[in-house]
């Protein structure tokens, strides 16, 4: 039986157009593709642990339209177990992505139903996050659920993940005790320290800083640039494997959710990291956020050029 990842968070259909480059403000563009797409940060890492092996269950909120059921289903088909994602009225979240010609993109999300992912809700599943080895939470659902879950996680002594996105500012200085890796990228881990990070040796002072505040460990993601892992007794940067990139959308989720997996499959953090940069890699190859994810095979079959 493969061990248990549990995600708490979000689940948004996105909304995608590709236009050659993203929009200035006022102006309006020709876009040339437009797609739906099922995504949402929570689940996109659900669904790259479920894809690279790990029994996963999913904590969130979809609401009572078209969406809501395709986004449900779209997990389901990964063999994620949704006892946990609850139906409740309204609008189901959304969002709107522009990616352009040099595959990098511009994202605005409407939370709908996540916001009614509340402490309450997520009290009424204790059971499933007693079962979890891994839990990862991510900044898409309210701030009061994720505080509880993090704290949660901690009281059973489960092996906790905070992905800090999206952060536009520090974090509750209480939370950083209860999270065993904290995983922003730069921009997060700018908004989060409060250090600028736009090389290696500031995301070092940046790492530092937040282990400083409490985190266990904490790995920072750098794009192209690899990723930086830091454990308060020292630094290793990890550099990212060389890939064509189409699409970033999902490439951090598909980090977190590759390194949960393995951790959660008894894969030293070395092991865990290098699996989640390969994972993420591939997934940059591809479009769009759930449909970019690899599978196990598509990774162990990677071959770096
Ligand atoms: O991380 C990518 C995700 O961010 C997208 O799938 C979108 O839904 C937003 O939540």
Redo the contacts with the bound molecule.
Sequence with gaps: MPAKVVVIG?L?M?LVTRASRLPRAGETLIGQTFSTVP???GA?QAVAAARLGADVAMVGCVGTDAYGSQLRDALLVEGVDCQAVSAVEGSSGV?L?VVDDSSQNA?V?VAGSNDQLTPASLKSCDAVLQAADVIICQL?VPMDTVGQALKRGRELGKTVILNP?PASAPLPAEWYHSIDYLIPNESEATALSGVTVDSLDSAKVAATALIKAGAGKVIITLGAQGALFADGKGFEHWVAPKVKAVDT??A??TFVGGFAAALAAGKSEAEAIRFGQVAAALSVTRAG?QPSIPTLQDVQGFVPS
Aim: hydrophobic share 40%; aromatic share 0%.
């Design positions: 979000s948004n996105d995504g949402g940060k996109n969002a992505i994202i999300i898409e996105a959308t999902a951090g989720d956020a």
